[in-house]
């Protein structure tokens, strides 16, 4: 028996109407008369005339899960009904939290986190996910153009309810070589944990959370970032994080994190714990590969996400940023399971990360989507223009570009983030703080690991000269040991080099070079890995606009150029393809870009020993490398050059070499 569940009106406009929730004890007759069979075809709490079916695929999820919804008017709908116009009707979806799950509750009809319009169809199927678990839980509703409710389904929960690990992510400390941190996101819970050992069937060894912390909408700097809705601001959950000690380098090490029980919606008594993953930690600082033929590998690209993306639609985007993750986890499968003579330790995430801009859920989303890299290899951050907009701090980061920073001519730019200022960014990933120097993680530190040292700045913070990351950069490149590891990065998210004719972005390259370009001569940076344009680019070993190696005839394109020997100035490599829209624009006319591609991909660099790096481009289009060079280098080349001060210069003139 079905009681009915009128809507209480207030002047017809969407924001104004209000429905009660369901009482408990209807969803849980509706649940109880369904038989395992009916799984597929769970039929709805509420269901009003003309509408002659409204059911949902299953009312339990998994991580993942796709969602079918389906609905269909009696036949004679059209006919008897002159306000119903089934081209006009949609599906709202509804995140539900907290209170509004109490039954004198009432929601807001466009209270909602998602809709789809049922697109002129009087029965039709729906599908919603990949579905993600966002400590709520789930509700659709069959709506009107009149805002009329039709139809409301049972609530849809996860599984492993609020308190389920989501998100996980390693990233490397201080101890690189002993150490490495987990990091997942879940709602509240009493006693986290994290597990792990040498043997998936003996996690003898437990970590100490030293964190859980969250963030709220008055931590933000601006609107929309503060502004709180379902689609904006949202409850981000709580993130853990903790520290495995004691470990063992290059050795393979498994591990599970989550809660011996209480916390959200699930059990009090039940553990709440993520499946066994495993890693392979770093070779220690100043450790080369075992043989010729094997390499210390890591993964290099920008921009990833494909935002934005509907709450419940598919954020794994085919040929971007989905392709771009399944083929990265091929890789390091592919390695572990194949001793192919690459062993991946390391993403470095130039920039720009989930492309949230104030919209909690987008961040739910993309930690799902890197979850199954991360949670296998140190998944390293950069911050990019769309984490952290350089004027939206002011008064939070004393670190920060002044108000009017000499980076834009007017107030049009620098609240790329919507108001986040890298708060997010901040409580979610927590990179090595280098307690030698002043370090200001994750917006500039360092690492190191086998024969490299990398150097990760902020291009959205001060760096002119004097500037603490500035002064930080010079005291961290001034103690690297080239002996021990001979390789130098530098990873920025805004590039130094780039030739698409983006003039605004081209005058921002020629600041970075006045400020900063010196420094990659006279530490002799062995490359300069960055973002930010959607597309990628590879150069010749430059300084100030000069290209300077043996074989000095390559020229782009040309598809007969192999090895750069003798380099003795950085090379730069953009690698902003991971997902975020393709760029289409031309290109300058330049003598030192040597490779450009406007596809989706991602670089992969193999570190063979002391003098010899191999590069890769992948590209998600043909799932096959689309650009790769050898550099071969002694690191040992003439770092006093002089450069010009081309600021002023229009890009046309620079790039034709005026």
């Known amino acids: 028996m079905r009681a009915p569940y009128p809507l209480r009106t207030h002047g017809g406009s969407c924001a104004s109407l209000w429905l009660f929730a369901l009482p408990i004890w209807s969803q849980a007759a509706a649940a109880l008369a369904l038989s395992a069979d009916a799984a597929k075809?769970?039929?709805?709490?509420?269901?009003?005339?003309?509408?002659?079916?409204?059911?949902?695929?299953?009312?339990?999820?998994?991580?993942?899960?796709?969602?079918?919804?389906?609905?269909?008017?009696?036949?004679?709908?059209?006919?008897?009904?002159?306000?119903?116009?089934?081209?006009?009707?949609?599906?709202?979806?509804?995140?539900?939290?907290?209170h509004e799950k109490d039954l004198h509750a009432v929601i807001p009809i466009d209270a909602y986190m998602d809709k789809r319009s049922t697109k002129y169809k009087v029965a039709d199927t729906l599908t919603f996910g990949p579905m993600v678990n966002m400590r709520c839980t789930w509700?659709?509703?069959?709506?009107?153009?009149?805002?009329?409710?039709?139809?409301?389904?049972?609530?849809?929960?996860?599984?492993?309810?609020?308190?389920?690990?989501?998100?996980?992510?390693?990233?490397?400390?201080?101890?690189?070589?002993?150490?490495?941190?987990?990091?997942?996101?879940?709602?509240?819970?009493?006693?986290?944990?994290?597990?792990?050992?040498?043997?998936?069937?003996?996690?003898?060894?437990?970590?100490?959370?030293?964190?859980?912390?969250?963030?709220?909408?008055?931590?933000?700097?601006?609107?929309?970032?503060?502004?709180?809705?379902?689609?904006?601001?949202r409850d981000p959950g709580y993130m853990y994080s903790g520290v495995m000690t004691g470990l063992q380098p290059d050795t393979r090490f498994f591990y599970r994190v989550g809660s011996e029980g209480g916390g959200g919606n699930s059990s009090n008594s039940v553990p709440n714990l993520s499946v066994v993953r495993s890693f392979r930690t770093p070779p220690a600082p100043g450790i080369a590969p075992k043989a010729a033929n094997e390499a210390m590998s890591f993964i290099v690209f920008g921009d990833l996400t494909a935002a934005p993306i509907a709450p419940t639609g598919n954020f794994m985007v085919k040929g971007r940023c989905g392709t771009t993750m399944k083929l990265i986890e091929r890789d390091i499968v592919s390695s572990r399971n194949s001793n192919n003579g690459h062993n991946y330790v390391a993403v470095f995430h130039v920039g720009d990360l989930s492309y949230a801009r104030g919209a909690t859920y987008l961040w739910d989303q993309f930690g799902v989507m890197i979850e199954g890299v991360a949670s296998q290899i140190a998944y390293m951050i950069s911050i990019g223009n769309h984490d952290y907009g350089y004027k939206e701090g002011r008064g939070r980061d004393d670190k920060r570009f002044p108000y009017h920073p000499i980076f834009e001519e007017n107030d049009a730019a620098g609240f790329d983030a919507k108001g986040e200022c890298g708060v997010p960014t901040l409580v979610r990933f927590t990179m090595p703080d280098n307690k030698e120097g002043e370090s200001n993680a994750p917006f500039w530190y360092s690492t190191e690991f086998g024969l490299t040292h990398h150097a990760v700045i902020s291009a959205?913070?001060?760096?002119?000269?004097?500037?603490?990351?500035?002064?930080?950069?010079?005291?961290?490149?001034?103690?690297?040991?080239?002996?021990?590891?001979?390789?130098?990065?530098?990873?920025?998210?805004?590039p130094f080099y780039c030739s698409e004719t983006y003039e605004r972005d081209y005058r921002r390259s020629l600041l970075l070079r006045n400020q900063m370009e010196h420094l990659l001569g006279l530490f002799r940076i062995d490359i300069v890995f960055s973002g930010h344009y959607h597309s990628y680019e590879r150069t010749c070993p430059v300084f100030d606009e000069a290209c300077y190696y043996e074989n000095a005839t390559s020229t782009r394109d040309d598809k007969s150029f192999g090895a750069i020997s003798s380099v003795s100035a950085p090379v730069h490599i953009m690698v902003g393809s991971g997902g975020a829209s393709v760029d289409d624009e031309s290109y300058y006319s330049v003598d030192w870009s040597r490779k450009v591609l406007q596809d989706y991909g991602y670089g992969r660099v193999h570190v063979y020993n002391a003098s010899h790096l191999h590069f890769e481009f992948v590209s998600d289009t043909s799932e096959a490398v689309k650009d790769s060079v050898?550099?071969?280098?002694?690191?040992?080349?003439?770092?006093?050059?002089?450069?010009?001060?081309?600021?002023?210069?229009?890009?046309?003139?620079?790039?034709?070499g005026s």
């Open 630 to 656: 050898w550099i071969v280098s002694n690191h040992n080349w003439p770092n006093s050059r002089v450069r010009q001060n081309r600021t002023m210069l229009a890009p046309e003139y620079v790039a034709d």
């Open 41 to 98: 075809s769970i039929p709805p709490v509420l269901l009003r005339a003309p509408l002659r079916t409204f059911t949902i695929s299953t009312t339990t999820l998994q991580s993942l899960d796709m969602l079918n919804v389906t609905f269909a008017y009696a036949d004679d709908a059209d006919d008897d009904d002159d306000d119903v116009s089934p081209s006009s009707d949609w599906i709202a979806v509804y995140c539900i939290e907290g």
């Open 139 to 233: 509700q659709f509703r069959f709506i009107t153009e009149a805002n009329e409710v039709l139809a409301v389904s049972p609530f849809v929960q996860f599984a492993k309810g609020d308190a389920e690990p989501s998100q996980l992510h390693l990233a490397l400390t201080n101890d690189v070589d002993g150490e490495m941190r987990v990091t997942w996101t879940s709602s509240e819970v009493a006693t986290p944990v994290i597990q792990y050992g040498v043997s998936e069937d003996a996690l003898t060894q437990s970590a100490s959370v030293t964190s859980r912390t969250t963030y709220a909408a008055s931590d933000m700097c601006v609107a929309p970032a503060t502004r709180v809705s379902p689609t904006d601001f």
């Open 460 to 494: 959205e913070h001060d760096f002119r000269a004097s500037s603490p990351m500035y002064t930080w950069l010079i005291d961290d490149l001034s103690r690297v040991n080239r002996t021990k590891t001979p390789w130098l990065f530098l990873h920025v998210h805004r």
